[in-house]
């Protein structure tokens, strides 16, 4: 607690003179309150009541090309201000029934509960398919921070046109992978973003002699649910396993994801081949204007006051960087910034520590800079991507597979 103190105070351009003589005792205890309880808001985490989707919400999104999401860890930065627009109006809406929460997207009606912190997914349905989960899939667990990971099994029963029946099942895993900064198409810079990566395999077993949808809950019934090994063991198996994987990025104050990529592709033998990939960007402009969203607007507040407080008088550079590497084109593609001026190098070496590539060592602004690297002529293995900056290293594996 003494260097948390010691660090928002000295970090916030006091002085040990200033702290003396700021006022009485009950005027400096009160200051130090306030700037631990912001410090400690800034601490990015999702919960039921900020996140959670309501009825009434709708939302736009845009769906724009895909982008790759890059590296995990922390101080991770997202650069998407110059992603092209694939579609300007993609809609969002919810509403609440007897039973469950209903989401609509892309003429699909989705079926949630919330359970305790758990978001969960009852199913969906549209104008060809229908699907139900006698045992939920897990969307969201509130409260969720970096490095929590949840896991585990949904199985159900589906039918396309009403006509031939099978059964649905498959694994889920959901693990918040990465923090920092977000760069926005309209040039602001979001902070405290949280990254969540879900990886969901999902599998469809038909089921014959089935008429209806009664039929099939009873057969289900009398042959008893998928156990955990049992789904595991199908979907390492099967021949027709589907893997979705979903990045999220959120914002603290904004209540639906900034970012959102997802590929899906068949897996198998642990391994997917892409098949479809996409992104969307949610306009946190938009979601200033939800209906209901006073906690999410208070949180907004706060972080603005932190923000114009607390400038630092540290010495220290602050460096976020990212990389992303596309299928097997032999091209590292990535992008850094810096809060100060700095002198920067960047390289490529083996894991042994030779050299294979050297930038030249630049002075530049404070800024975010992007460049890449072709390495194709390296034989197939993993090298080092390491940035230089006034002096301090920093070093990221990149994977030659071609």
Not at 11 to 39: A, D, E, P
Not at 151 to 166: E, I, L, P, R, W
Not at 255 to 271: H, I, L, Q
Request: hydrophobic fraction near 30%; charge should be positive; proline fraction near 2%.
């Amino acid at each position: 607690m003494k260097d948390l103190i010691y660090k928002l105070l000295f970090g916030s351009g006091y002085s040990l003179f200033t702290v003396c003589h700021i006022g009485n005792k009950r005027t400096v205890f009160m200051q130090l309150l306030l700037l631990i309880t912001v410090s400690a808001s800034a601490q990015e985490h999702l919960q039921a009541n900020l996140n959670m989707f309501r009825s009434g919400d709708e939302v736009l999104k845009q769906q724009i090309e895909y982008k790759t999401p890059g590296r995990s860890g922390e101080d991770v930065l997202w650069d998407i201000s110059r992603m092209k627009i694939v579609n300007k109006k993609y809609k969002l809406a919810y509403i609440n029934t007897a039973n469950n929460i209903v989401g609509t997207e892309h003429n699909t009606m989705y079926y949630y509960t919330l359970r305790n912190d758990s978001l969960l997914s009852n199913g969906y349905e549209n104008n060809n398919t229908k699907v139900s989960y006698i045992r939920p899939c897990l969307i969201m667990k509130y409260i969720t921070k970096l490095g929590d990971m949840q896991s585990g099994y949904f199985d159900g029963c589906g039918n396309y046109c009403g006509k031939t029946f099978f059964r649905s099942y498959g694994s889920y895993k959901l693990n918040a992978d990465a923090n920092g900064l977000l760069i926005l198409p309209e040039g602001d810079t979001l902070k405290n973003v949280l990254r969540i990566h879900t990886i969901k395999l999902v599998s469809e077993q038909p089921i014959k002699g089935v008429g209806s949808e009664l039929a099939m809950r009873a057969l289900l019934d009398s042959i008893g649910r998928y156990t955990n090994d049992s789904i595991s063991i199908h979907l390492s198996r099967d021949s027709n396993v589907i893997a979705i994987n979903t990045y999220q990025w959120y914002a603290m104050g904004y209540r639906y994801p900034v970012f959102e990529s997802t590929t899906t592709g068949r897996y198998k033998n642990g391994k997917q081949s892409e098949q479809y990939t996409t992104s969307y960007y949610y306009p946190p402009s938009e979601q200033k204007y939800l209906v209901d969203d006073l906690d999410n607007r208070k949180v907004r507040d706060s972080l603005a006051r932190y923000d114009n407080g607390s400038s630092g008088t540290s010495p220290d550079v602050k460096f976020i960087y990212n990389v992303h590497q596309y299928g097997t084109d032999g091209k590292v593609n990535f992008e850094y910034y810096t809060d100060k001026p700095a002198t920067i190098s960047y390289g490529i070496y083996t894991t042994s520590g030779i050299t294979l590539y050297q930038s030249g060592s630049q002075r530049q602004d404070a800024g975010t800079y992007q460049g890449m690297i072709d390495i194709n002529q390296y034989r197939r293995g993993v090298y080092l991507l390491t940035f230089i900056v006034n002096g301090k290293a920093y070093t990221e594996k990149i994977y030659k597979k071609g």
